[in-house]
């Protein structure tokens, strides 16, 4: 099970002690048990307010109302009032300071025993005093029901001189009630409770959602015969804005007030539509709503607001007939939105990256059960908690590590090792166990992955975890998948895309939430695309420079400040621990690797600077050196697990031995890494080199570029291995395979005449396409090969002299005269003289 439950409210645990120590022993009786048996099975939850007090209702053994309170984080109970009657409480809320209690009822007209034909309201709404217990003021006496909310201030503060409660009426309006208090010795009284003012603050609604935790009231109305989504945002400093307008597209017509996390009503009456918005703290706001089932299926709709786009899903069902809307329910875990219907399927959405679908988990049979949620009457009254109202009981709702890992080592699907992968890297926290125990999974799973390569996901995924919170929308330009796109199907589940209008803030230089909602629009809006970081230009720039010769002669600037960033980043690269170290990196250097390290870096600060504009040029800086760095050290990272695992040591992979099946192992892991860097453009650690393979399978990776060359690593083989016949061709295949710079001057450390032959000839196919392309005559002098009888040698050598003469080309130890000895000792050693 995916989802690991905990109990943070229990009526029987939490309540149930308490209430037999308040219950006096003459009003128990003999029964003491079933007494209290009874009272727990009145026992209801009518409210949850933002700091998680539970209030709560249940009747005594005289029928009398009572009302407690539960604080979560204190796990203790408190008396607050009682009615001395039998009363259907519909609604009830506390004030922050628990000085002011605002309850509404449903009267009985038969128990008041009232006149003949005198009109009795069927609702009331009190506000009472109740520190201490003390006056009573009428708000409201009408015949439809009123759910009452007192406003918390967003951030603890001081006791507060002036509350705030809201009255939802079903008669579809919204009112403000401003509501002053006085001390007066001990007692915390109203200041003027004939006078209260109130404000009218929302008109004609059809549905509402009050968000306890940030203070917000969402609501639909009919706006130009189009249903649209309101949003007020309640300030600590009791003032409120008219914030978001979002038109949707379902229509609401002729139905009754619905209201979600206001109506905490037992009597679970089934509704036509389940609609619900969830937000999160990263700017993401949705709407997720089921309509009436149809046989055989079930649809339901997510229109993810901050990405401009809606998602409707359908899940075949095996039996329909007993199933309501209500049944399916809606939870808010965060970066997820869960999808539940109980007994058949789980679908945890992405809500941050909702664009791929293999991001996403659909579960069923024993994966989408959900340990002590069998009951259909639930809702998430809080982030990441539920509330079983047919029991009363709270719980807290997380995403369990071991789970995911679990899931992940099982999962026989791409699309489903993709969101396990994707939910551990990124969503509930990656650790260095966690990151080591996913290392393990893809050294063990490697051919298993046909669709994606798990390390560029790890790489990338690990990558984002660190790097974003290091500025406000970082989120948004670096990226988060190796994948392009995902076209493969989800088994038991179809997935149809809308476009949808955009959310209108109607308030400027937002904040918080706000301001990242805004941000989110405007990626929307103009570059969502090309937002995120990509090595399609890296790739293209890189090869440019790499096929230019003279680069350096005509880019000197550039080239120098892109080796600065080079420079810069491998200073930056963490160091391991030398009695730790497993892995041989050489401390080689490695011109091809420094470049795109650097070019990398330059980009990667091009990218952000374009984007980030409200962040400082040497902040900006510092992120690209650090999300590089990062990269570099990622990969080793990945490699010492690998090494550890295989219980490997320094000294492996060495050219004069066989290879061990554990090292072979290790070996086509490595080659998975450079495979995985090259696909997508990413710079390697310096000096991660192999040196374990046949001499013609070695030749064929340089070819096929699995294996990468660098002086170093040539200079190890040509000092490793003898220079017998074979070992000779090896050598001198290795060094007609280097780059022309990197060739020469690795070729002459290697005293033997092959090499000389080598650089000799390279030195005279060099000078002979210059004179081609130069396209001068030569006067040739005879005057150097007077000695030399064979004339194609000696016109050869003096046409050379002549371009050396004229500053063409000459290399160091490298001349026309070390051709003519080379080519006559040559011929001396092919004749046997």
Request: charged share 25%; hydrophobic share 40%; net charge negative.
């Amino acid at each position: 099970m995916l989802l690991r439950v905990g109990a943070a409210f229990d009526p029987r645990r939490d309540v149930a002690p308490w209430l037999s120590e308040q219950t006096p022993a003459a009003e128990l009786g003999d029964c003491n048990a079933d007494t209290l048996s009874k009272n727990l099975e009145t026992l209801h939850i009518v409210n949850v307010e933002r700091n998680g007090n539970i209030v709560y209702t249940w009747k005594g053994n005289q029928r009398h109302t009572h009302i407690g309170l539960y604080d979560l984080s204190s796990r203790k109970n408190e008396h607050l009032y009682t009615f001395e009657k039998d009363l259907h409480v519909t609604s009830c809320s506390v004030n922050n300071e628990k000085t002011l209690l605002a309850a509404s009822f449903l009267q009985s007209i038969k128990e008041e025993r009232v006149p003949l034909f005198q009109p009795v309201s069927k609702s009331l709404t009190l506000l009472i005093e109740i520190n201490p217990v003390n006056n009573v003021t009428v708000l409201k006496a009408v015949d439809s029901c009123v759910r009452v909310q007192f406003l918390y201030p967003v951030a603890e503060t001081n006791t507060c001189s002036e509350n705030c409660l809201l009255l939802i009426s079903e008669d579809k309006y919204v009112e403000k009630v401003d509501i002053r208090v006085v001390k007066g010795g001990h007692k915390v009284v109203i200041e003027s409770s004939n006078d209260l003012r109130r404000e009218k603050i929302v008109d004609d609604l059809i549905w509402a959602q009050w968000d306890m935790l940030e203070q917000r009231l969402f609501y639909i109305v009919l706006k130009e015969s189009r249903e649209t989504l309101n949003c007020i945002q309640f300030y600590p400093d009791k003032n409120f804005k008219l914030i978001l307008e979002a038109p949707l597209d379902i229509s609401l017509a002729d139905i009754e007030l619905i209201l979600v996390n206001l109506d905490y009503d037992q009597e679970m009456i089934p509704k036509p539509l389940n609609l619900q918005v969830f937000t999160n703290e990263t700017g993401c706001l949705c709407i997720c709503y089921s309509f009436a089932l149809s046989p055989g299926e079930l649809s339901y709709s997510v229109s993810f607001l901050h990405k401009g786009y809606s998602k409707m899903y359908t899940v075949a069902l095996e039996r329909t007939d007993s199933l309501e809307v209500k049944d399916l329910a809606f939870l808010n875990l965060d970066y997820y939105i869960a999808v539940y219907l109980p007994g058949h399927f789980l679908h945890l959405l992405n809500t941050r990256h909702p664009d791929l679908t293999c991001y996403n988990f659909f579960l069923t049979g024993e994966d989408a059960e959900i340990n002590g949620l069998h009951s259909s009457s639930i809702l998430s009254p809080l982030k990441s908690m539920v509330l079983d109202r047919s029991t009363g009981r709270m719980f807290t709702l997380e995403i369990s590590k071991p789970a995911v890992l679990q899931f992940l080592w099982n999962s026989k699907l791409d699309s489903e090792r993709l969101a396990a992968l994707h939910c551990v890297l990124l969503h509930i926290g990656s650790t260095v166990d966690l990151e080591t125990q996913v290392i393990q999974w893809i050294s063990d799973n490697m051919s298993a992955c046909l669709a994606f390569d798990p390390i560029q996901e790890f790489i990338v995924g690990s990558l984002y975890w660190r790097m974003c919170p290091e500025a406000i929308n970082l989120d948004k330009l670096l990226p988060y998948t190796s994948l392009q796109c995902w076209n493969e199907l989800v088994p038991g589940i179809i997935c149809k895309t809308h476009i949808i209008s955009l959310p209108v803030l109607k308030v400027q230089n937002c904040k918080g939430f706000w301001g990242k909602l805004s941000s989110s629009l405007e990626c929307v809006k103009y570059a969502e695309p090309c937002l995120h970081f990509n090595s399609k230009v890296l790739r293209k720039e890189w090869d440019k420079l790499l096929s230019d010769e003279r680069t350096e002669e005509r880019m000197a600037t550039y080239m120098k400040n892109i080796f600065e960033n080079a420079k810069q980043v491998l200073h930056n690269l963490n160091t391991w621990n030398t009695e730790e170290k497993r892995v041989p990196f050489f401390q080689d250097d490695d011109y091809q690797q420094q470049l795109l390290t650097g070019l990398m870096v330059a980009q990667l600060k091009e990218h952000l600077v374009r984007h980030l504009q409200y962040v400082g040029k040497k902040k900006i800086d510092q992120i690209a050196v650090d999300y590089v760095s990062k990269l570099l050290d990622l990969i080793c990272w990945i490699m010492e697990s690998v090494w550890k695992k295989y219980s490997l040591s320094s000294w492996v992979l060495a050219f004069g031995q066989q290879g061990s099946s554990d090292e072979t192992a290790v070996f086509r892991i490595m080659c998975q890494i450079l495979q995985a860097a090259k696909g997508m453009c990413l710079p390697l650690p310096p000096g991660l080199g192999v040196r374990c393979l046949p001499s013609h399978t070695f030749l064929h990776y340089i070819d096929h570029g699995v294996l990468h060359l660098t002086d170093m690593c040539v200079l190890k083989l040509l000092k490793e291995l003898d220079d017998t016949e074979k070992n000779t061709k090896l050598k001198l295949s290795v060094l007609t395979r280097l780059p022309k710079a990197i060739g020469h001057k690795v070729g002459q450390q290697w005293n033997h005449s092959a090499s000389s032959n080598n650089t000799a000839r390279n030195y005279v196919k060099l000078l002979l396409e210059k004179l081609r392309n130069k396209k001068h005559k030569l006067r040739v002098m005879d005057r150097l090969s007077a000695e030399t009888e064979f004339l194609p040698l000696r016109y050869l050598v003096n046409m050379l002299a002549e371009a050396e003469h004229q500053g063409w080309m000459e290399q160091n130890n490298v001349n026309a005269r070390f051709v003519e000895e080379l080519a006559l000792k040559h011929t001396t050693v092919l004749l046997g003289l």
